[in-house]
């Protein structure tokens, strides 16, 4: 019976191990995770932990019951520190050695932080539930909050901060807010909407230093020279794959773990999650998702061709996000990354109105974002990029319709 | 198999539906999800066990007899 070993006890690596106990495999799993806490999940910690709608105790993947069926050997609070891939073996930071007949790496990526910010206090990142209750416990009615970097974590932030009546200022490097993945005109949607609420946005603006006052931040120094008060700050800027256990192992790290179509980084060894940079075939892309429905996809894809590697199958799905902001939530299908185009098909302009967007990436069909879309609409959408459909195609249903 | 939703904190993803569409379907209005069967026959107990594996919002509960 196969001794499985699983790094990183989040959505990724939980659901890998759940998926392999559904699939009948009855031989030891060991889930390794560095946080102490039970498996929890991230996406409420930019929303509803913000906002006080769901508490600390709210976030759990699965009760304890759910763990405890799985009969895992669930090693918390320890993180992996090496492997060697020729022994077959992890070796965990208090000195314990894990054999195993094979590995899932699924540790996740962390925030980037802003260098040389570190003890100052009222500088924030998020990533973890830590995080999130100590930016939550800042968020006061008139206090000032600037967040750097509008990506849809700055964004989450900005709008339920704003909802608690702190003055937020959202900035970001590029010249369209928010516009990074998904293109500048669903950009302009959304700082459009964070306007109408009146966070402040500054766009094409270079933080170049945070200001303290004895310890404490007290705003943030533009490329200009000027400084913008803040009471805390959030450096949103992006993530750093957790792979530096890995880095003797002789694998291909590469801003994440390198994988094959099926997921596998090396004999034995499978990436799943945030962490993996795995070729998706459907896209003919070597990608890396940061999205809760990859995650959970790519470790049920990983246990069924770790159990059986004579009926392997390519992980090639179509990824999947959502991010909530205001009273809206926008969804996206695809690979919206690196597209060539984005073609406008509806937008009202007001705030919480509509908009449908779809992307190519060379004559193809890659990717839908909508916001109060139906559905069916987006299903219908997912399916024409699901079966990898030409671009010209898709303009000749549209004009029809 | 008995299939019940904690429908107060499905996020719409609508990974349920792709995987089983007899069984879940979304409000056209806000995408939350709604349970069509509660008992769903024996052939759709895979893909509906799926479907509470990758919810991203862990709100599909399953009692399996
Ligand atoms: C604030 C926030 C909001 C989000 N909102 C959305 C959203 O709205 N929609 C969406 O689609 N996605 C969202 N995401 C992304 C989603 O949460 C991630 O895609 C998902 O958590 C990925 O799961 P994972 O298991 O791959 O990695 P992670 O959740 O990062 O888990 C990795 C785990 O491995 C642990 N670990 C790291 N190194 C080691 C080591 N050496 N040894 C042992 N353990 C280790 C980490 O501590 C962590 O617990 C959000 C993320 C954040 C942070
Ligand atoms: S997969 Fe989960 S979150 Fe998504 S629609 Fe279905 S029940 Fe809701």
Redesign the interface.
């Known amino acids: 019976m196969k001794r499985v070993v699983v790094v990183g006890a989040s959505t990724g690596g939980l ?1 890998t191990a ?2 392999l106990r ?1 699939a009948g495999h009855e031989g030891p799993i060991t889930l390794v995770g560095a946080e102490p806490a039970m498996p929890y ?1 991230r ?1 409420p910690l930019s929303k509803q932990v913000l906002t006080g709608q769901r508490g600390p105790n709210e976030l759990a ?2 009760s304890s019951a759910e763990i405890d069926a799985l009969d895992l050997d669930l090693r918390l609070g320890v993180p992996a520190a090496g492997l060697d891939i020729g022994r077959r073996e992890v070796l965990l930071e208090d000195g314990i050695r894990l054999d195993y007949d094979e590995l899932v790496v699924a540790t996740g990526v962390r925030a980037r932080r802003l260098p040389g910010t570190g003890g100052i206090a009222g500088v924030h990142t998020l990533r973890t539930v830590s995080d999130a209750l100590a930016l939550k416990e800042r968020l006061r009615p008139g206090r000032r909050l600037v967040v750097v970097g509008a990506g849809f974590v700055g964004a989450e932030v900005a709008a339920a901060a704003n909802g608690l009546g702190v003055h937020v200022t959202l900035l970001e490097s590029a010249p369209v807010p928010l516009a990074a993945a998904v293109g500048d005109a669903t950009g302009r949607f959304l700082a459009a909407m964070h306007r109408d609420h009146g966070v402040g946005i500054r766009a094409d603006v270079r933080v170049t230093e945070i200001v303290q006052d004895g310890g404490q931040v007290s705003g943030v120094r533009l490329e200009d020279g000027s400084v913008l008060p803040a009471d805390d700050v959030l450096v949103a800027i992006g993530s750093v794959a957790n792979t530096e256990w890995l880095a003797d192992s002789g694998l291909a790290v590469q801003e994440g773990l390198v994988c094959d179509e099926y997921s596998a980084a090396g004999p034995g060894v499978y990436g799943v999650g945030d962490v993996a940079r795995w070729h998706n075939p459907l896209f003919d892309v070597t990608m890396r998702i940061e999205h ?2 990859n995650a ?2 790519q470790g ?1 894809a990983v246990a069924r061709n770790l159990l059986c590697p004579e009926t392997r199958r390519p992980f090639a799905p179509v990824p ?1 996000f ?1 991010s ?1 902001q205001y009273d809206v ?1 926008v ?1 996206a299908y695809g690979y919206l990354r690196d597209h060539d185009e984005a073609l406008v098909l509806d937008n009202t302009t007001s705030a919480s109105g509509r908009l449908l967007v779809i992307y190519r990436k060379a004559d193809r069909l890659v990717g839908v974002l909508a916001v109060g879309a ?3 609409v ?2 219908a959408w ?1 399916a024409l990029i699901a079966g990898s459909t030409a671009w010209t195609a898709v303009l000749n249903r549209t004009i029809a319709a | 198999m008995r299939v019940s939703v904690d429908a107060d904190k499905c ?5 349920c ?2 995987l089983a569409p007899e069984v879940f379907d ?6 939350v999800v709604v349970l069509l069967d509660e008992s769903p026959s024996p052939e759709l107990h895979d893909p509906v ?2 479907s509470a ?6 709100v599909i509960h399953l009692a399996e007899s």
Do not use: M, N
Request: glycine fraction near 4%; charged fraction near 40%; include cysteine.
């Open positions: 659901a759940e998926a559904r999940d996406p993947l699965r809760r429905t959970a996809e049920l999947y959502w909530d939530k969804q139906s559905p069916k987006l299903r997912r | 996020v719409a993803a609508g990974q539906v792709l979304q409000r056209e209005e806000d995408g066990r799926e594996l990758v919810c991203p919002a862990a």
